[in-house]
Nanobody, 116 residues
Framework: QVQVVESGGGLVQAGGSLKLSCEASGSIFGFNVMGWYRQAPGKQRDLVAHITIGGDTNYADSVKGRFTISRDSDKNMVYLQMNSLKPEDTAAYYC??????????WGQGTQVTVSS
């Protein structure tokens, strides 16, 4: 049974920083891809960034240069360092992982609120 648990959200002023963490468990051969999505009220859930088991990364244009994704594959952890936060970054952030058979799993989400 795969479980995905996020932590690290909160309230921050514009220009500040937050670091999100996600721990996945239950996949005997680990996770091929780990990533972050976000969903603002009334909007669709969009990709923020993902990282493959080989370390390749992909970012949404809106966060390039401000957010950094990293992972610790030994611990099945993925992190999202968010700098220079803007009010438009306010959203629920969800961790998504693909196991060794590329089946996808979601966490419960963590709220990030950026005040202006």
């Amino acid at each position: 049974q795969v479980q995905v648990v996020e932590s690290g959200g909160g309230l921050v002023q514009a220009g500040g920083s937050l670091k999100l963490s996600c721990e996945a468990s239950g996949s005997i051969f680990g996770f091929n891809v780990m990533g972050w999505y976000r969903q603002a009220p009334g909007k669709q859930r969009d990709l923020v960034a993902h990282i493959t088991i080989g370390g390749d990364t992909n970012y949404a244009d809106s966060v390039k240069g401000r957010f950094t994704i990293s992972r610790d594959s030994d611990k099945n952890m993925v992190y999202l360092q968010m700098n220079s936060l803007k009010p438009e970054d306010t959203a629920a952030y969800y961790c998504n992982v693909l196991d060794w058979r590329n089946r996808g799993y979601w966490g419960q989400g963590t709220q990030v609120t950026v005040s202006s």
